[in-house]
């Protein structure tokens, strides 16, 4: 079965008729309107694809595509602002060609041909950006765009169970990742909520954040070694557990989006499998002393693999809860030994700070990952309803949190208020470090017909400027892409963008590497010295 080439999933999967109606029901009690109208999903026949301006060298051939329905899924990823360009069958980006190079000399002789002929190279893992991250927006400065498929680059490739790593092709999808490391008693325990269709070189990509709310966090505290395809040659990073010789060759790639190259393979640390898990799932009264509980379990030191915390709202709209009190979800686990001692004190101090454990046969803690697996379905049929539903996050310190927690739920709901004439916006902390969370928040609004993406820009905006005035970061975890561009390049130092330039100059000469993504594209042979300021 295919791949939605719009949204999430295969063809087929998602809610039902009857789900889909009542989620509308439950919007519109909350959200005080009266009523919502579903929205048909596109079909490729509908789809006015501007003719291919590209044709590859007949070397190359057999790697490239121009089927309609690969164009149509290589243009978006899987945001809001994608769904609703999608149902408006808007298509103006689609990229002339789809690569699919079979291996990595493949790659670059398609990368190599891109440069030549000034081609904007797009990377393509699983599709799952929701910032604008494989977008072939690229400008006026190229002569088309290919889209990179890196789909056949797949598979764990060695295991070296001594030092308890993996080498992993970067195409591998989660749910392969997973099932080639079982046999062998591993796992790399990586489980972002795009996990079923995003990819290894993805995650390291964009710095995925993953299963473990504290701790290991991010997938790059996983990475040992990298190989990359770059516009000038094939570089390798060494293999080693730590060094302090200089900055570290790997970390310039992770996060780089795409920008300097293309990830093929990566050496992860992996690690047993868990055998023993404990948890539970504590509500408070009050979101203050919730806070002030995450906030203690995770200077404690004890290191749970869950430890996020649902406000009132978030409990109520994900179904784990009655919207009563907040709750925060506890789990540890480990393949060397029993947990009861962790758990028990992780619960002392949300006692002390007014807690309770939810004792009742229902978890709390199973409610909310199942509504968290299912997010992207949810997510397309709230857009199918018409109504205006996206997340962005966010993390700062401790001290901070209160002013900036206030300050974007004021700025939100006000520019919620002024584009939809109301919404809800929800919070939950998604991680959380020793020295500040990872706030997570989530608006459902009404839209009106044909203004959804101007309502939820206008949203956005207000948003991102709360938090970039507030001290907080334009993103924990999803990414810069395009969508983020603007507050990304305030948010980094001035000499840091120049000497990102630098290595983006000497590893892709001709500009060809994702244009758009963390820097302003400036056309084929031609780098900006744009600061975004």
Not at 374 to 380: K, Q, S
Request: charged share 25%; proline share 6%.
């Amino acid at each position: 079965m295919k791949r939605k080439f719009w949204g999430w999933g295969l063809e087929g999967d998602g809610l039902a008729a009857d789900e889909l109606q009542q989620l509308g029901a439950v919007l519109t009690e909350r959200l005080g309107i009266d009523g919502v109208r579903v929205q048909e999903p596109p079909r490729v026949a509908e789809l006015d694809l501007r003719p291919p301006r590209l044709v590859p060298p007949a070397s190359l051939a057999p790697a490239f595509s121009t089927d309609p329905y690969e164009r149509a899924g290589h243009t978006y990823g899987r945001s809001f602002r994608d769904l609703v360009r999608a149902f408006r069958r808007d298509y103006a980006h689609a990229p002339d060609l789809v690569a699919f190079p079979h291996d990595e000399g493949e790659l670059v002789s398609v990368l190599d041909w891109c440069s030549d002929a000034g081609v904007a190279a797009i990377p393509f893992g699983g599709g799952s950006s929701v910032v604008g991250g494989v977008e072939p927006d690229v400008g006026d400065g190229y002569r088309g765009a290919v889209s990179v498929d890196v789909r056949h680059l797949q598979g764990v490739l060695e295991v070296d169970r001594t030092s308890r790593a993996a080498r992993i092709a970067a195409g591998t999808l989660g749910p392969a990742l997973e099932a080639q490391l079982k046999p062998h008693g591993l796992t790399l325990r990586h489980f972002p909520q795009s996990f079923e269709w995003s990819t290894l070189g993805g995650w390291i990509a964009t710095r995925s954040g993953g299963h473990f709310a504290t701790l290991h966090t991010h997938v790059d505290e996983f990475v040992e070694a990298l190989r990359v395809v770059t516009p000038c040659g094939v570089l390798q990073t060494r293999r080693l557990p730590a060094s302090g010789a200089g900055p570290s060759a790997e970390r310039l790639f992770c996060g780089s989006e795409g920008t300097l190259g293309v990830i093929t393979e990566a050496w992860m640390r992996v690690q047993p499998r868990p055998r023993f898990r404990a948890g539970a799932s504590v509500t408070f009264a009050g979101f203050a002393d919730a806070v002030e509980a995450a906030r203690e379990v995770a200077q404690s030191g004890l290191h749970p693999a869950n430890c996020r915390l649902l406000g009132h709202d978030e409990a109520l709209l994900s179904g784990s809860g009655d919207g009563s009190r907040s709750i925060l979800v506890l789990g540890f686990e480990s393949a060397d030994h029993e947990l009861g001692p962790w758990l028990a004190r992780a619960l002392d101090i949300c006692g002390s700070h007014g807690g309770e454990a939810r004792s009742e046969q229902r978890d709390p803690a199973a409610a909310w990952r199942a509504t968290f697996l299912r997010g992207p379905h949810l997510r397309d049929g709230l857009a199918r309803l018409g109504l205006v539903c996206e997340t962005f996050e966010t993390a700062v310190t401790w001290d901070r949190f209160w002013e900036l927690h206030e300050g974007v739920l004021a700025a939100t709901r006000e520019a919620a208020r002024r584009a939809c004439g109301g919404g809800v916006v929800t919070c939950r902390f998604t991680y959380v470090y020793p020295d500040g969370p990872a706030p997570y928040y989530s608006v459902f609004a009404p839209g009106r017909p044909g203004q959804e993406l101007e309502q939820w820009d206008e949203i956005k905006r207000a948003a991102s400027e709360a938090i970039e005035a507030l001290g907080g970061t334009i993103t924990h975890h999803h990414a810069v892409g395009r969508d983020h561009r603007r507050w990304y390049l305030r948010e980094v130092p001035h000499l840091f963008t120049g000497a990102l330039r630098g290595a983006k100059a000497q590893l892709d000469p001709a500009g060809i590497m994702n244009p758009g993504v963390l820097l302003q594209p400036a056309g084929s042979g031609a780098y900006s010295r744009e600061g975004g300021r």
